[in-house]
């Protein structure tokens, strides 16, 4: 339904910034939210941030509040979303999914994920 792509993820110190990429393709006019997950070695997966494309209302979890800004570009189909002051304990591969109109509830759709490494 939903093709997600993510980019952006690398190798960075404690307090510099990244900014990821989450390129949707196919049914885009389907999505109702996109939503950034990430999972650390050893760890379950955990929420991030979410963006309704309705209103570009957006959530944060309390872990990444005030750090981390999730953003849209309606043009490029692209969700951002840009890391700052990076701790240790961000790192984990960094994945958006889609919840959207035609799936069964939920996200369904996933990108291939992308890894974010901080050094302390």
């Known amino acids: 339904q939903v093709q997600l792509v993510e980019s952006g993820g690398g190798l960075v110190q404690a307090g510099d910034s990244l900014r990821l990429s989450c390129t949707a393709s196919g049914r885009t006019f389907t999505i109702y939210t996109i939503a950034w997950f990430r999972q650390a070695p050893g760890k379950e997966r955990e929420f991030v941030a979410h963006?309704?494309?309705?209103?570009?209302?957006?959530n944060y979890a309390d872990s990444v509040k005030g750090r981390f800004t999730i953003s849209r570009d309606v043009a490029k189909d692209t969700i951002y979303l840009q890391m700052n002051s990076l701790k240790p304990e961000d790192t984990a591969v960094y994945y958006c999914?889609?919840?959207?109109?035609?799936?069964?509830?939920?996200?369904?759709?996933w990108g291939q994920g992308t890894q974010v490494t901080v050094s302390s």
């Open positions: 963006i309704r494309y309705s209103n570009e209302h957006t």
């Open positions: 999914a889609a919840a959207t109109m035609t799936g069964m509830g939920g996200y369904g759709d």
